[in-house]
Each structure stands twice: as structure tokens, then as C-alpha cells.
């Protein structure tokens, strides 16, 4: 196999790194300047395109505003500005002066006699082109009007300079410069405002005019650090020392290092990596997923550099063979100047592991991965990248592992445990899952496996893990069962997902909440309706959050085509009730109904299928119930009320038909929704064809619905408030199902909200609609988190969940 094909990669181990050898090679070449390492990696990249049509339409949305007189917070923070003491005025006029053609002609200036010729001659055109475009903007314009006989204008002219000088040198010059310009450009905007030159809005719109008139030199001119080429690569390793005699460019795949093939004069082959972009970036909605369900889950540190993160992976790496990994030698780690870091390694030819045919991964291949995944474990390594393609088997059918950018080294056993499970769906994705589970058992300590099948859950296997199998969920699930049975052990129980200080943020939440929404009606009023409420029907509203729970738990016996035992699916889902109400998005929820039904025998497929069916069954009937409650008059008068704006209607239809092309256009779209979809609706009109649990299903479901509406109507009634009933039950359903779309747990906040306006829209007065929400919610709907906690600890106790 050719050295620089898609097959081959970085590194045949050697006990001498280029590193050593590099200070005794001397070549002629070695001497090349700067200016010749900037004008190789002089390019473009799209993003500055991007960034170009986003200031650009941000300019024109300021431009239309400042047609506009000023509103009164404008107006307001005109008037804090000018309030400074006037004894600092020379320094601000001083630094207007760098707005100036003074200021143009000085940077360049100083550019120019440090011969950065390049970055000099673009500061003058960019100051200068800055200068003219603000000025003819004014005058187009025209000044902006005001109440009082002074004039500002759009865009502030030394704003537009001082911004577009910090873009166009931000490339040359590095990052402090770049920071010190936008200092310089702040310190500016504060000058022009406090001296009273431009209003706010000026500049901001001289900040825009800056950046786009900056960054469109660098799409039409290229700048320093977009363009990564073979001839540049080969300058800087003869500049650390190398002879080179070819250099090759292998495919690049966007959002991945570069990389290319280098033969040196000695006869080796290495493989180099420019790292365009950071790696090591979690993803928010992964970690907020892990969060919400492990209390052992972690922080990852990250990078500060991408040259941070290539000595990184660098120095991991050298630690993992140092432990009897095998892995490319590191020959080099460099930071290159005006292009992205450079980590060069020694190249072995071979194949990854998803390219070979499946009949060539035989156990004695998948035994030794997993021996070097314990000699890495046992050196407190956690790669947290076990991808398939991270495996490596050379022409001598070994494997090797690649790719450090995510590992941790020192990491406790939880990390470690958790790379282990990210290579046991790895492994099986490519292998199957008896085989590399019956690998794992030959190879890995008992302890070890039993805290990698703890790591086997669908938010703790990151996505990039879990999509390498075309069915990921279910090989998941089945992942967790064959590894349980195996070892003889249950499959692993729920743990609690709130920890203190998520009850701590709740609390303050909630608290913020109760206190904050009675200030809309006055708090006096609200404390006074409670006051005189009746106390029956407060009771009564607080019977109705527990029969809630009970027809949730006739719904969930609905979903199932298995027979759930009646007592203990209520208790869990009493302890649901703890679990799903304090946790994003109900999290909670759907882990402690789906461990409840792995623990009676069920496959995880189907647990998660009764799960979604369920969910699924409650959307619709919310759906039919809000269409009656609308076709029965309750809300017939508040709709008549509410007037939509062509334009948002038409807008409304754009953006439908947008979303439906997207969904059945596209693949992703296909994958994720519609065929999800499919499978439900499936599953849906199974449940039909079944009239005791249909009757289960809807009827739990449209009870759940009722019991927690009539909570709300209940506190209503001890306020002594004429209220139709089936107006308020919808107004609730409504509300609930839009505000627990918010990320908080339970809604807490959102629902709150939209209830008090569909009170309102009904013609509750304010205080009663406030207090009856507050109280409904807290009755119905937090108090019986208190059982739940007990039912929860009972249920664990009991091995149920």
C-alpha cells in the first residue's frame, strides 16, 4: 500500500523521535523568513464570507433604525455618558484621534517601518475605506431627529476606523494586538457617546461598518492562516530541520486536521497534522444529557490553544506508549507561525478498523484491542475518542490506537470506565455484539466490566459513539442485556439524576418565580385572596395531583403489550414524580419508566418504544381535547379577540413548508423524524386494535389531562371566581403542553406564565389568576415530589429500579 493512501496513518512505533534528530540536521533552506512563511499561508476561508453578510445585514437593520427618532433607553445611556466628569475630556478626545486620519496614517505608519508591508498597506485602505463609507452613509442619511435642536449622525466615523484597523491586523499582528484593538475600538465608542458626537446606535453601526469593511479585505485579499498547502508544510519542517524529498496533501474532510504524507531524505515516512480548528469542544446538549443523568458525571477540561491542544495530545500519546500502547510516535509538536499547529508523527501502513471485511476481525484481533485498552486504563489514560476508525491493524495484523485530541491523563476510574463502554459499541458495531462482549469477558477484570456496563446508557455514550451503528439505541440496549447476562447481574438500576445543587438552583427558581409573578397583580392582593379562600376545594385541588398520578400509571399499563403489575407500576410512577418533575425536559422521567421495565424481563427496544408511545398517546389526546374545549365555545371568545397579522401568517406558512422540505427532504430528516414516526404511529394503531388497552392508553392519558386541569379550576373555585370549567381545563392543557417545552425543570417558570394569560385572556382577574396558578401548581404538582422522594429510595432499595 502506498504511504500517503487513505489507508495508511501516523506512526510505526520507533525509540527515536524526530525530535532528537532534528538539532543535527542543518539544511540551506532553514533560513527562510518570515515574510515568506506569511505569503505561503495567505488565503481564504468562508467563514469570513459568512461573517461579511451578517455585519452587512446588522448594518442595514441599524441604518433603517436610525431613521427612527431615539427612544427613551438610548436617549437614557446618552445621558449616563455624558454625566462622566468633564476633567477627563482631553482623554477622550485623545482617543477619538485614532479614529482619524491621524490614526490611519500613524498605524500604517508604524507597520510599514517594522516592514509588515502587507498588514501596513491593508490598515490604510481599510482606515481609508472605513473613513469614506461612514461619511457618505451620513450624508445619505441624513441626521437623526430630535425633540431638541441638536443633530446626531449614522454611523460613527472613528468607531468604523479604529474596528476595521483591529480586523485587517488581527491576522499579522496576533492575538494581543487583535485584543487590544477591540479595547481600543470599546474605549472609542465610549468616547464618541460621552462627548456627544453619535447616539448609541451610531456606534454600534460604526462598530458593524468596521468589522464588514475589515473582513471583506480578507475575503477579496486573503489573510494569513487560512491556506495550509504542501509547500508551507514543507518550509516549516525544514526550518525545524528536516530534509524532505515529497510532500503529499491526502483528502481533507471538513472539520478535521489537514494532513499529509512527508518522505525525508532517510527514508521515512511521516504523517503530518495541521489543526485547523479546536477539538476538544463538548457538545452543550451532550453534557446537559449526562448531567441531568449521572451524579458521578464530570467536567472535561479543555483547551485554551489549538497549540494547547496538539502538545496535548502530544504528550498523551507519550505517555500511552511509554505504557506498552502502541500508538504513532510523536516525532514533532509545533506551533507555526501565520498557520495552524503542526503534529508530526512516524507512519505505519495499514487499515482502519470499520475497512476491513468482517471476516478478517477474528477474536485474537478483537482480544488484543482490548488488551491494549487495558495496559491504557491501567496507565490512568482515558482516550474518550474510541471510535471504530480510531483502530488501527497493521500489514502484520496489530492493532494500534489513534487519535489523543480527547484523552485525560490521571483519570479516575468513572473515565476510564466510561472509554471502555465507548469501546464496547465500538467494537460491536463492527464485529457484532456477542463477539465483543465474549472478547471483553475474556480479556478485561470482572470489576472493571461491571463498571463499563454502569457506563452503557443512551446519555452517557456520546452520539458520535452511538451513530456508528445503524441502529444505535437498540444495539445499545442490547449491549447492556448480553453484558448483564453474562455477568451474571442485573442490568444496571437508575441512580438518582438531581444532586443539592440542583435542588438548590430549583429552589432559587422557584422561589424567584413565586415571588416575581405576584408582583404582576401586587403581592398584597394576592396574599389577601389566599387568605380568604376556601379551604374544601384546596384540598380538593391537592386530591387531584395524586389521581393525576394514578392515571399516568393506567396510561403507561396502556402502552405496554406486556401485562405491567398495577401496584408497582404506580409506585414507580409515584417516585416518577420525584425523578421526571426535577429534571430538564423530564429526563427523569423516561430513565426510571424504562429501568423499571429492563428489571421485569423486557427488551430495552421495547421499553423505550412504551415510552414514546406513551408520550405520543398524551400529545394526541391533548390535541383532541384543546379542539373540543375550542369547538364547545369555552375559548370561542378569547379567540375572537385575537387579531394575526397577515404578514405573520404568511410567514408562519413559509416557515411550515420549510420545515416539512427539511424533514422529508432530507435524510437527517427521514432518520430522525419520520421514520421515529412511522414507528410510533405503528405502534399506535396496534394499541387500537386492542380495546382493554386502548381503554388504558387514551383513558389514562385523557384523565391525567382532566384530574391536573381540574386542579387549576379547583383553586379557581376556592377564590370564589365565576369560571367555566371547561375553559380553564383547556386553558391548562394548553398551557402545560407549551410551557414544558421550556428547558427548566417541570416548566418551572414557562408554565407559570402561560397559564396566567390564558386566565387572563378568559377575563380572570389578575390576582386570581395569579394566585390560583401559583397555588394549583404547587398543590398538584410539586407536593407530590415529597412522596416521590420516599417511593424513589423504597423502590431502589427493593432493586425495582
Same mark, same amino acid.
Given at each position: 500500500?502506498?504511504?500517503?493512501?487513505?489507508?495508511?496513518?501516523?506512526?510505526?512505533?520507533?525509540?527515536?523521535?524526530?525530535?532528537?534528530?532534528?538539532?543535527?540536521?542543518?539544511?540551506?533552506?532553514?533560513?527562510?523568513?518570515?515574510?515568506?512563511?506569511?505569503?505561503?499561508?495567505?488565503?481564504?476561508?468562508?467563514?469570513?464570507?459568512?461573517?461579511?453578510?451578517?455585519?452587512?445585514?446588522?448594518?442595514?437593520?441599524?441604518?433603517?433604525?436610525?431613521?427612527?427618532?431615539?427612544?427613551?433607553?438610548?436617549?437614557?445611556?446618552?445621558?449616563?455618558?455624558?454625566?462622566?466628569?468633564?476633567?477627563?475630556?482631553?482623554?477622550?478626545?485623545?482617543?477619538?484621534?485614532?479614529?482619524?486620519?491621524?490614526?490611519?496614517?500613524?498605524?500604517?505608519?508604524?507597520?510599514?517601518?517594522?516592514?509588515?508591508?502587507?498588514?501596513?498597506?491593508?490598515?490604510?485602505?481599510?482606515?481609508?475605506?472605513?473613513?469614506?463609507?461612514?461619511?457618505?452613509?451620513?450624508?445619505?442619511?441624513?441626521?437623526?431627529?430630535?425633540?431638541?435642536?441638536?443633530?446626531?449622525?449614522?454611523?460613527?466615523?472613528?468607531?468604523?476606523?479604529?474596528?476595521?484597523?483591529?480586523?485587517?491586523?488581527?491576522?499579522?499582528?496576533?492575538?494581543?494586538?487583535?485584543?487590544?484593538?477591540?479595547?481600543?475600538?470599546?474605549?472609542?465608542?465610549?468616547?464618541?457617546?460621552?462627548?456627544?458626537?453619535?447616539?448609541?446606535?451610531?456606534?454600534?453601526?460604526?462598530?458593524?461598518?468596521?468589522?464588514?469593511?475589515?473582513?471583506?479585505?480578507?475575503?477579496?485579499?486573503?489573510?494569513?492562516?487560512?491556506?495550509?498547502?504542501?509547500?508551507?508544510?514543507?518550509?516549516?519542517?525544514?526550518?525545524?530541520?528536516?530534509?524532505?524529498?515529497?510532500?503529499?496533501?491526502?483528502?481533507?474532510?471538513?472539520?478535521?486536521?489537514?494532513?499529509?504524507?512527508?518522505?525525508?531524505?532517510?527514508?521515512?515516512?511521516?504523517?503530518?497534522?495541521?489543526?485547523?480548528?479546536?477539538?476538544?469542544?463538548?457538545?452543550?446538549?451532550?453534557?446537559?444529557?449526562?448531567?441531568?443523568?449521572?451524579?458521578?458525571?464530570?467536567?472535561?477540561?479543555?483547551?485554551?490553544?489549538?497549540?494547547?491542544?496538539?502538545?496535548?495530545?502530544?504528550?498523551?500519546?507519550?505517555?500511552?506508549?511509554?505504557?506498552?500502547?502502541?500508538?504513532?510516535?510523536?516525532?514533532?509538536?509545533?506551533?507555526?507561525?501565520?498557520?495552524?499547529?503542526?503534529?508530526?508523527?512516524?507512519?505505519?501502513?495499514?487499515?482502519?478498523?470499520?475497512?476491513?471485511?468482517?471476516?478478517?476481525?477474528?477474536?485474537?484481533?478483537?482480544?488484543?484491542?482490548?488488551?491494549?485498552?487495558?495496559?491504557?486504563?491501567?496507565?490512568?489514560?482515558?482516550?474518550?475518542?474510541?471510535?471504530?476508525?480510531?483502530?488501527?491493524?497493521?500489514?502484520?495484523?496489530?492493532?494500534?490506537?489513534?487519535?489523543?485530541?480527547?484523552?485525560?491523563?490521571?483519570?479516575?476510574?468513572?473515565?476510564?470506565?466510561?472509554?471502555?463502554?465507548?469501546?464496547?459499541?465500538?467494537?460491536?458495531?463492527?464485529?457484532?455484539?456477542?463477539?465483543?462482549?465474549?472478547?471483553?469477558?475474556?480479556?478485561?477484570?470482572?470489576?472493571?466490566?461491571?463498571?463499563?456496563?454502569?457506563?452503557?446508557?443512551?446519555?452517557?455514550?456520546?452520539?458520535?459513539?452511538?451513530?456508528?451503528?445503524?441502529?444505535?439505541?437498540?444495539?445499545?440496549?442490547?449491549?447492556?442485556?448480553?453484558?448483564?447476562?453474562?455477568?451474571?447481574?442485573?442490568?444496571?438500576?437508575?441512580?438518582?439524576?438531581?444532586?443539592?445543587?440542583?435542588?438548590?438552583?430549583?429552589?432559587?427558581?422557584?422561589?424567584?418565580?413565586?415571588?416575581?409573578?405576584?408582583?404582576?397583580?401586587?403581592?398584597?392582593?394576592?396574599?389577601?385572596?389566599?387568605?380568604?379562600?376556601?379551604?374544601?376545594?384546596?384540598?380538593?385541588?391537592?386530591?387531584?395531583?395524586?389521581?393525576?398520578?394514578?392515571?399516568?400509571?393506567?396510561?403507561?399499563?396502556?402502552?405496554?403489550?406486556?401485562?405491567?403489575?398495577?401496584?408497582?407500576?404506580?409506585?414507580?410512577?409515584?417516585?416518577?414524580?420525584?425523578?421526571?418533575?426535577?429534571?430538564?425536559?423530564?429526563?427523569?422521567?423516561?430513565?426510571?419508566?424504562?429501568?423499571?421495565?429492563?428489571?421485569? @424481563? $423486557?427488551?430495552?427496544?421495547? #421499553? &423505550?418504544? +412504551?415510552?414514546? /408511545?406513551?408520550?405520543?398517546?398524551?400529545?394526541?389526546? *391533548?390535541? =383532541?381535547?384543546?379542539?373540543?374545549?375550542?369547538?364547545?365555545?369555552?375559548?370561542?371568545?378569547?379567540?375572537?379577540?385575537?387579531?394575526?397579522?397577515?404578514?405573520?401568517?404568511?410567514?408562519?406558512?413559509?416557515?411550515?413548508?420549510?420545515?416539512?422540505?427539511?424533514?422529508?427532504?432530507?435524510?437527517?430528516?427521514?432518520?430522525?423524524?419520520?421514520?421515529?414516526?412511522?414507528?410510533?404511529?405503528?405502534?399506535?394503531?396496534?394499541?387500537?386494535?386492542?380495546?382493554?388497552?386502548?381503554?388504558?392508553?387514551?383513558?389514562?392519558?385523557?384523565?391525567?389531562?382532566?384530574?391536573?386541569?381540574?386542579?387549576?379550576?379547583?383553586?379557581?373555585?376556592?377564590?370564589?371566581?365565576?369560571?367555566?370549567?371547561?375553559?380553564?381545563?383547556?386553558?391548562?392543557?394548553?398551557?402545560?403542553?407549551?410551557?414544558?417545552?421550556?428547558?427548566?425543570?417541570? @416548566? $418551572?417558570?414557562?408554565?407559570? #406564565? &402561560?397559564? +396566567?394569560?390564558? /386566565?387572563?385572556?378568559?377575563?380572570?382577574?389578575?390576582? *386570581?389568576? =395569579?394566585?390560583?396558578?401559583?397555588?394549583?401548581?404547587?398543590?398538584?404538582?410539586?407536593?407530590?415530589?415529597?412522596?416521590?422522594?420516599?417511593?424513589?429510595?423504597?423502590?431502589?432499595?427493593?432493586?425495582?429500579?
Amino acid at each position: 500500500m502506498k504511504p500517503g493512501s487513505e489507508e495508511s496513518t501516523g506512526g510505526e512505533r520507533s525509540t527515536g523521535g524526530g525530535g532528537s534528530t532534528g538539532g543535527e540536521r542543518s539544511t540551506g533552506k532553514a533560513g527562510a523568513s518570515p515574510v515568506s512563511r506569511l505569503r505561503l499561508s495567505i488565503g481564504r476561508r468562508p467563514a469570513d464570507l459568512v461573517q461579511v453578510f451578517v455585519a452587512g445585514a446588522l448594518l442595514a437593520l441599524s441604518a433603517l433604525l436610525a431613521l427612527s427618532p431615539p427612544n427613551p433607553v438610548e436617549l437614557a445611556i446618552l445621558e449616563q455618558f455624558r454625566a462622566i466628569p468633564a476633567a477627563s475630556d482631553p482623554f477622550w478626545h485623545a482617543l477619538t484621534w485614532f479614529g482619524s486620519w491621524g490614526g490611519i496614517a500613524v498605524v500604517s505608519a508604524l507597520a510599514l517601518y517594522f516592514k509588515w508591508f502587507r498588514a501596513g498597506l491593508l490598515c490604510a485602505a481599510a482606515g481609508a475605506a472605513s473613513w469614506v463609507l461612514a461619511e457618505t452613509i451620513q450624508q445619505l442619511l441624513g441626521a437623526r431627529p430630535l425633540p431638541v435642536p441638536v443633530s446626531f449622525g449614522f454611523p460613527a466615523t472613528e468607531v468604523a476606523v479604529v474596528v476595521a484597523l483591529a480586523v485587517v491586523a488581527a491576522p499579522y499582528l496576533g492575538r494581543a494586538v487583535t485584543y487590544a484593538g477591540w479595547v481600543l475600538g470599546l474605549l472609542v465608542v465610549a468616547a464618541d457617546v460621552h462627548l456627544g458626537l453619535y447616539l448609541p446606535l451610531g456606534t454600534v453601526g460604526g462598530a458593524l461598518l468596521g468589522w464588514a469593511v475589515g473582513t471583506l479585505l480578507h475575503v477579496v485579499l486573503g489573510a494569513p492562516g487560512r491556506k495550509v498547502s504542501g509547500r508551507f508544510v514543507q518550509r516549516e519542517l525544514e526550518l525545524a530541520g528536516f530534509e524532505l524529498t515529497r510532500i503529499e496533501a491526502l483528502r481533507y474532510r471538513l472539520l478535521e486536521p489537514q494532513e499529509f504524507a512527508v518522505h525525508t531524505a532517510d527514508g521515512d515516512v511521516l504523517r503530518v497534522k495541521a489543526v485547523r480548528r479546536m477539538g476538544r469542544r463538548a457538545g452543550l446538549v451532550h453534557e446537559v444529557r449526562r448531567w441531568s443523568f449521572s451524579a458521578d458525571a464530570q467536567h472535561e477540561p479543555r483547551m485554551s490553544t489549538r497549540h494547547h491542544e496538539v502538545e496535548h495530545e502530544a504528550y498523551v500519546a507519550l505517555l500511552a506508549e511509554r505504557a506498552g500502547v502502541r500508538t504513532p510516535a510523536i516525532v514533532l509538536a509545533c506551533e507555526a507561525k501565520f498557520a495552524p499547529p503542526l503534529l508530526v508523527l512516524r507512519q505505519v501502513d495499514g487499515r482502519r478498523l470499520p475497512h476491513m471485511p468482517r471476516e478478517e476481525v477474528d477474536d485474537g484481533l478483537l482480544d488484543e484491542i482490548w488488551a491494549q485498552l487495558l495496559l491504557l486504563s491501567r496507565a490512568g489514560i482515558a482516550h474518550h475518542d474510541l471510535q471504530a476508525r480510531n483502530f488501527f491493524v497493521d500489514e502484520q495484523h496489530r492493532p494500534w490506537l489513534l487519535g489523543f485530541t480527547f484523552s485525560h491523563a490521571g483519570a479516575d476510574e468513572l473515565h476510564r470506565a466510561h472509554d471502555l463502554a465507548d469501546a464496547l459499541v465500538s467494537l460491536a458495531s463492527v464485529a457484532g455484539v456477542e463477539r465483543a462482549v465474549s472478547s471483553a469477558m475474556r480479556v478485561l477484570p470482572r470489576g472493571l466490566l461491571e463498571a463499563t456496563l454502569q457506563q452503557l446508557g443512551p446519555l452517557t455514550v456520546p452520539r458520535r459513539i452511538r451513530s456508528q451503528a445503524e441502529r444505535g439505541r437498540y444495539q445499545l440496549a442490547a449491549l447492556r442485556e448480553t453484558l448483564a447476562d453474562q455477568l451474571g447481574v442485573a442490568v444496571p438500576g437508575l441512580r438518582s439524576p438531581v444532586r443539592p445543587g440542583s435542588v438548590i438552583g430549583l429552589v432559587l427558581i422557584g422561589a424567584g418565580v413565586y415571588l416575581l409573578l405576584p408582583e404582576l397583580s401586587g403581592m398584597g392582593r394576592v396574599l389577601d385572596s389566599l387568605r380568604r379562600s376556601d379551604w374544601r376545594w384546596l384540598g380538593f385541588a391537592t386530591a387531584t395531583g395524586f389521581l393525576a398520578i394514578v392515571m399516568s400509571s393506567l396510561s403507561v399499563q396502556g402502552s405496554s403489550p406486556v401485562a405491567l403489575p398495577f401496584w408497582r407500576t404506580l409506585a414507580v410512577q409515584v417516585a416518577a414524580g420525584f425523578t421526571g418533575r426535577t429534571t430538564p425536559s423530564g429526563a427523569g422521567f423516561f430513565g426510571i419508566n424504562i429501568i423499571y421495565m429492563e428489571r421485569l @424481563g $423486557l427488551r430495552r427496544s421495547l #421499553a &423505550v418504544g +412504551i415510552t414514546m /408511545l406513551n408520550q405520543t398517546a398524551g400529545g394526541a389526546v *391533548a390535541f =383532541v381535547l384543546c379542539a373540543i374545549g375550542i369547538a364547545s365555545g369555552g375559548l370561542s371568545q378569547p379567540l375572537e379577540r385575537v387579531s394575526v397579522p397577515t404578514s405573520a401568517l404568511v410567514a408562519g406558512a413559509v416557515a411550515l413548508v420549510v420545515v416539512v422540505a427539511v424533514v422529508f427532504g432530507t435524510r437527517l430528516g427521514r432518520q430522525r423524524v419520520v421514520r421515529p414516526a412511522v414507528e410510533v404511529a405503528k405502534e399506535l394503531f396496534e394499541a387500537l386494535r386492542h380495546p382493554g388497552r386502548a381503554t388504558l392508553l387514551f383513558g389514562g392519558s385523557l384523565g391525567y389531562l382532566i384530574a391536573s386541569g381540574a386542579g387549576l379550576a379547583a383553586c379557581l373555585a376556592a377564590l370564589s371566581v365565576q369560571f367555566d370549567w371547561v375553559a380553564v381545563i383547556t386553558v391548562f392543557i394548553v398551557g402545560n403542553t407549551i410551557g414544558h417545552l421550556a428547558p427548566s425543570p417541570g @416548566g $418551572l417558570g414557562a408554565v407559570e #406564565a &402561560v397559564l +396566567i394569560a390564558g /386566565l387572563g385572556a378568559l377575563g380572570v382577574p389578575p390576582a *386570581a389568576g =395569579v394566585t390560583a396558578v401559583l397555588t394549583s401548581r404547587l398543590l398538584t404538582y410539586w407536593l407530590p415530589v415529597l412522596p416521590g422522594i420516599a417511593m424513589f429510595r423504597y423502590l431502589q432499595h427493593r432493586n425495582t429500579i
